[in-house]
């Protein structure tokens, strides 16, 4: 590779759930404007309750695309994403639904991004 090019993929480590999959971020907005429902809470305790352990052990998963470990705490961040999207979802609900499926489908065919020398140690 070239100095200063900029390689395309991803962090073979992991990264965000909201840059794999920016639709979740429709749970934060049922979490913002509509955090008196009580679905609303319980969901969102659910979720919380899920993090703790997930948040207290560290394990990459080794290679992988997003966050692996986010099936713990999916479903009940999905009924927080519909919930956030109301019953006629809007057109850029649509559109964050078709990237993140989209982005989903890049992260099967792109590369994981080289991981720099600086990290593994090997620098001379």
Known sequence: METGAIPIGYDPR?????????????GVVALIWKWKEPLVR??????????????LYFNTGYWQFGHRFSMD???AAMLLV?????PRPSRLALT???????IQFA?????????PEWITGTVA
Do not use: K, Q, R
Not at 42 to 55: F, Q
Not at 96 to 102: F, G
């Open 42 to 55: 319980d969901a969102a305790i659910s979720v919380a309750l899920a993090l703790v352990p997930l948040l």
């Open 14 to 26: 992991g990264m965000s759930v909201f840059i794999a999959t920016p639709a979740l971020l429709y």
């Open 73 to 75: 705490y999916l479903a």
């Open 82 to 86: 519909m919930i956030g999207m109301g």
């Open 107 to 115: 992260g099967l065919w792109l590369p994981p991004t080289p991981i």
């Open 96 to 102: 964050l639904i078709w990237l993140s499926v989209l």
